[in-house]
Structure formats: C-alpha cells, structure tokens
C-alpha cells in the first residue's frame, strides 16, 4: 500500500472501543484518515455512540456495531456490516480483552474459559474474518491484536489472563506467516500498565479493587503507567505505510519492563 497510489480511504474496524485502549486507538485512526467502525458490546451502546460523534468531529465517517467478539457469528456480522455501509475494510484492531485474577490452585475451569472465550477466541474470528475480506479485497491490509506483557511471562495469581495474552502472541505469528503472500501485516501489543477501568477497577471478589494493578506494581522499580494514546500510536505505526516490513511481531508498550 502506498499514500501515494491509494485512491479510496481506509476503513478500520476497532473493537472494545467504548472507553480505555480501544477508544484511544479509534480516535487515533481518524485522526490518521481513516474511515473507523468502532464495536462493541451491546450494554455500551451509549459511549459508543460518544466516540463516533467525536470521530465524525474529527471529518471521518464512523459507524457504530453492537458486537461480542466470543460470538463467531457476531464478528461476520461485523465485518459484513463494515463492507456494507463502508465499503471495504482495510485495518482491524482486535482490542476487546477482558481481565480475571485467581490461583492455579483455585482454578475454575469454567470462569478461566470465559476469559479465553473473549481474549483468544474474540482474536481469532477477528483475526479469521479479517482476513477472508482482505484477501477477497486483494489490497493487502493490516491485522493488530491486544496481547500484554503478562503474555510475556508469568504473573501471580493472573494465570488465565497469562495464558490468553500468550496465545494472542502465538497467534499472531501464525496468522502472519499465513497472510505475507497477501501483503496483509499481523501483528500485536502488549501494554504495561495503561491507566484504564481495566486496571483500576476490581478483579473479582476474593482479591478486591485494585488486584490486578497491584499485581503489575511488582513490576520494576520506577515503570511509569502510560495512558492509551501511547498505545494508539504504536497501533498508528503499524497501520502507516512506515511498517509497511514488519509483521508477526508482539510490541511491547510498557515502559521497559520486557525486552
Ligand atoms: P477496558 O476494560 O477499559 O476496555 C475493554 C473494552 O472491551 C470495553 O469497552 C468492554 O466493553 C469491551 N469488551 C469486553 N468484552 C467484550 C466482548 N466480549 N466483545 C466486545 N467487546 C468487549 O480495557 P483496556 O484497558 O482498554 O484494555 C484493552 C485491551 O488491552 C484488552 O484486550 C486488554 O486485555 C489489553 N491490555 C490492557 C492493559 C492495561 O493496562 N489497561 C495492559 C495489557 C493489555
């Protein structure tokens, strides 16, 4: 893809755009120029529509899709609907991620799936259904997912969140060497801390407010918390042409804590 030769705007899908992370990289998008469908679950209908009317503030166009990435169906639906009111899609950011603290030992299979259900198995048909289009397309494309640093290494106490954010970064590689023939980059981030509901609001009943972000206070002495725009301009990056030769890769935003 080049600036220069482009002759239509690019459409981005980005999802879990309500508020935190994903809003911050919406934003960023339109900013850059491109048309964004920001998604969602259905119960955050009302700030979702606050962050299209600020896309639209910003000169692009931006739709509004009630969406749970857990659900495959949902996710085609998503992507058809892009094409349909849009026209193409061009750059899909699978943000949506949900956290969830608890042992190894206390493990509960059925709690620990549903963080996978929407940390691996949202990526995935984000990843899958991105895909097909951008092939049919025959343009290339870009593909970004939500990995962590805790799919960097173990953390305490977050071993199902650990192993979902893994998988993302495993995913990623896969699906990139899958989709180089086709000029469509994957890759992913992995944020440190980011000042988000995530992070400041309560895991679950056992531990209390404020586990989970005192659990990456083990982090090395002096790591700052960022704030989402810092992840949205490595999400800008690797939406510009200027990546145009990176691919399969997990960028860590965090401040130095893994590299
Ligand atoms: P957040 O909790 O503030 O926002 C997540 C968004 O995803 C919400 O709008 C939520 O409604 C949406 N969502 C949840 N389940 C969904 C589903 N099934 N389908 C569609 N949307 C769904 O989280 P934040 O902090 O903005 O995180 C965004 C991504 O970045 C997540 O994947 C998270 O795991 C990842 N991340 C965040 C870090 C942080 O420090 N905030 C650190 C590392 C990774």
Redesign the pocket.
Known sequence: MSAATQEYTRVAIV??????????IALRLAADGLDVVV???A??KD?LDAVAEEIRGLGRKALTVS?????EDEVQAMVDTAVSELGRLDVMVA?????FAGSVMNAEIEVWEKCW???IK?VLFCYKHAARQMVKQGAGGRIIG?????GQRGYANLGA?CIS?AAVRSLTQTTALELREHNITVNA???????????A?PLDEVHGAGYFVKQ?LKLPEGIR??Q?SD?ANVVSFLVSPKSHFVTGQTLCVDDGVHF
């Open positions: 999802t879990g755009a309500s508020r935190g992370i994903g809003k911050g998604a969602d679950l119960d955050q700030p969406c749970d990435v857990s659900k943000n949506a991620g949900i956290s259900a929407v940390n949202g939500a990995s962590s640093i805790c969140y954010k981030y992995a944020p440190g801390a980011i000042d988000t509901a995530m992070v609001n990456l918390t960022g989402p992840v």
